[in-house]
């Protein structure tokens, strides 16, 4: 298997087409087309499902996908790695991050870490853990910025100090807004809008108790700044961490008994980083126990 072929199959992949394929790859059509029944052939297995207007994955051809963008995403950081190792320290960094108050420490060690060295550059995606999860596993995130609990068997984690609070989202208006905490007979009765990750609903199981599996839930959510916005149309309670301070007409009521989430920075067991992101972990290894 040539990395050569694999990006063939990768842009065919995406584009569903042999012919934008070709012409984006700069090949002819026949020659492409060659190419992947080569691939077929040597791995004995149909990859595409081919139909007059398109051509999708197979089963087989969703796992090579998979497969191949770790392979070229290796390849790629294999020869930058080498290419830097008497360089100064450049290049992007790319991490995933969710919705919590431990990005502002995260964006600290960046910034930092920049001062280091002025050549480096961040992209940086926000979606929630399991986005983070599966996107590190595909190789399109170096790096992820999760809050827990999550999953984190096949992933180094480096554990930060901060802490969200979880609580009730109201609108001032709201009869129990004027409350210091909220307990869980002062919302069981109520329109809620919960998490949509299966690991944090159990926590919240835990909070409500046998109350749990009589909620009326109206809405879930993936992404907590969509609460906020839910909350003050009506729709219901949210259940959050407090990160609304900025939105008009809100109030977020702390939970009692207590409840609170951690966060981690984490990364893919075994990767093969490149010298920036290499670098990038080993610093934040080395932080100060603020971090």
């Known amino acids: 298997m040539e990395l050569r072929v694999l990006r063939y199959f990768l842009t065919i992949a995406e584009e569903e087409n042999i012919t934008r394929a070709a012409d984006i790859l700069h090949v002819t059509q026949p020659t492409l087309s060659r190419q992947i029944m080569q691939l077929e052939d040597e791995l004995g297995t149909k ?90 596993e595909k190789g399109v995130f170096e790096l992820g910025l999760v809050t827990e609990p999550v999953d984190t068997s096949r992933f180094e984690t480096l554990h930060l100090q901060g802490k969200e609070r979880w609580g009730a989202l109201v609108r001032e208006d709201d009869p129990i807004a004027k409350k210091e905490f909220v307990y869980p007979d002062d919302v069981k009765n109520r329109p809620l809008i919960l998490p949509v990750r299966s690991e944090v609903r159990y926590i919240l199981e835990g909070w409500f108790g046998a109350s749990f599996q009589d909620l009326d839930i109206t809405a879930r959510y993936n992404l907590g700044r969509n609460v906020a916005v839910m909350v003050q149309n009506g729709l219901g309670t949210g259940i959050c961490f407090d990160l609304f ?46 971090f």
């Open 47 to 136: 990859l595409f499902k081919r139909s007059k207007y398109c051509i999708k994955l197979t089963e087989d051809g969703l796992f090579l996908k998979r497969r191949a963008e770790e392979i070229l995403s290796l390849a790629e950081n294999t020869a930058e790695a080498i290419g830097n190792k008497d360089k100064d320290i450049v290049g992007e960094i790319t991490i995933g991050c969710t919705e919590t108050h431990s990005m502002d420490a995260l964006a600290s060690k960046m910034a930092e870490f920049r001062k280091l060295h002025k050549g480096v550059s961040y992209n940086i995606y926000t979606t929630n853990a399991d986005g983070i999860k599966e996107n590190i």
């Open 245 to 290: 301070s900025s939105y008009d007409g809100l109030r977020f009521i702390p939970m009692i008994p207590p409840l609170m989430t951690g966060s981690a920075v984490c990364w893919k067991k075994n990767q093969l980083f490149s010298t920036v992101t290499r670098s990038f972990i080993e610093f934040l290894k080395n932080a100060d126990r603020a």
